[in-house]
């Protein structure tokens, strides 16, 4: 099976200069967990929750200082470690970063008529969830593990 059978063909997808909480949007609206970051139809990087939530990690002051998780950081515990203002502008100054300074890369892509198992293995290899598909240098796609499990299924 290969992996043009399989992939998703409707794209979720940012530019490189987008800001940070357009990303953020696009990964709540669609229900994703990463896109693939394009210029002139070629994938430059992918932004993911990982990489937004990243950008909101408080340094420790002190060892005595209990730190949030990424969640809870939104929230009360940020405001009382840093003050409700500083927290305000620490929140716009994050989403307002463009998707360049923050997506992962080189980005690890598929090529449409590569094969189901090759794939897998790459993104096993790489330890990605999801990876762009690629014909003639452009995006066509994009095969996530679920794709490759339900592509299993398929063929089994």
Excluded: Y
């Amino acid at each position: 099976m290969q992996v043009n059978e399989i992939m998703t063909k409707n794209v979720i997808f940012c530019s490189p200069n987008d800001p940070v909480k357009h990303a953020a949007r696009l990964l709540r609206e669609h229900k994703v967990g990463g896109i693939p970051v394009v210029q002139d139809r070629k994938v430059t990087g992918m932004i993911t929750e990982s990489d937004i939530l990243k950008l909101l990690e408080v340094p420790e002051r002190d060892s005595q200082l209990w730190l949030p998780s990424p969640f809870e950081i939104i929230e009360v515990p940020l405001r009382e470690l840093i003050g409700w203002e500083e927290a305000s502008h620490a929140l716009d100054d994050v989403g307002n970063k463009k998707v360049s300074d923050v997506m992962s890369h080189p980005v690890v892509t598929a090529d449409v008529s590569e094969s189901l198992e090759t794939v897998a293995s790459r993104m096993v290899k790489h330890n990605v969830v999801r990876v762009p598909v690629i014909k003639d240098s452009e995006l066509v796609g994009i095969v996530t593990r679920h794709n490759i499990i339900a592509g299993l299924a398929l063929s089994a």
